[in-house]
């Protein structure tokens, strides 16, 4: 059974930083695509970065530069280091897994298994 549970949000002021964790179980990271996605109120969830079963990663233009996603393989853990956070990366951040796609999507409806999000919240 595959369980998606995050951790380390909270609220900062703009230019800090946070780390956010995703505890995954039955999840294989070396099969399954890895993504962060986040939804700001009021607005649709969009996606913010991918780890491939390569450890490939991906960004959005909105994080590029900012936001780091790694693997913790032994504890089988995924991250999202954000640096320099600003007001428009508040949101509920969420991590979701696609198990034996070919390819990672961007696309919210690939994915099957989410976790029940953190909330980030960056003050001017």
């Known amino acids: 059974q595959v369980q998606l549970v995050e951790s380390g949000g909270g609220s900062v002021q703009a230019g800090g930083s946070l780390r956010l964790s995703c505890a995954a179980s039955?999840?294989?990271?070396?099969?399954?695509?890895m993504v962060w996605f986040r939804q700001a109120p009021g607005k649709e969830r969009e996606w913010v970065a991918t780890?491939?079963?390569?450890?490939?990663?991906y960004y959005s233009d909105a994080v590029k530069g900012r936001f780091t996603i790694s693997k913790d393989s032994s504890g089988n853990t995924l991250h999202l280091q954000m640096n320099s956070l600003k007001p428009e990366d508040t949101g509920m951040y969420y991590c979701?897994?696609?198990?034996?796609?070919?390819?990672?999507?961007?696309?919210?409806?690939?994915?099957?298994?989410w976790g029940q999000g953190t909330q980030v919240t960056v003050s001017s």
């Open positions: 979701a897994a696609n198990l034996g796609r070919s390819w990672c999507s961007i696309v919210e409806s690939d994915y099957n298994y």
């Open positions: 039955g999840v294989t990271f070396s099969s399954a695509c």
């Open positions: 780890s491939t079963k390569y450890n490939n990663p």
